[in-house]
């Protein structure tokens, strides 16, 4: 789900119906902070619990979630 122009930048492994981003090689710094070289890297990073989400707003929900805990350190998130 993104613009046609995005996708054709990443090169997809299906495995088990888990999408895997490839991350190619960077030779220089500049190719280091590509989004061809980065997106695959925060992508894959990110847990199968939350890649796993039926729809779109549970995607969003676990993701956010997901980004506080890693961001604050915290193992989950408690109301006060």
């Known amino acids: 789900m993104g613009p046609t122009y995005l996708a054709e930048m990443l090169n997809y492994a299906n495995y088990s119906h ?12 500049m190719g280091e902070r ?12 990110i ?7 039926t729809s779109l707003e549970s995607f969003k929900n676990k993701l956010k979630t997901y980004l506080f805990e890693k961001a ?7 109301t006060l």
Not at 47 to 53: E, Q, R
Not at 72 to 78: C, H, T, V
Request: with cysteine.
């Open 72 to 78: 604050y350190g915290l193992n989950s998130i408690e």
């Open 47 to 53: 847990p199968a619990t939350v890649k796993g989400s």
């Open 34 to 45: 590509a989004f061809q070289r980065c997106a695959p890297r925060l992508w894959n990073n």
């Open 18 to 29: 888990n999408i895997h981003l490839i991350e190619p090689t960077a030779e220089t710094v």
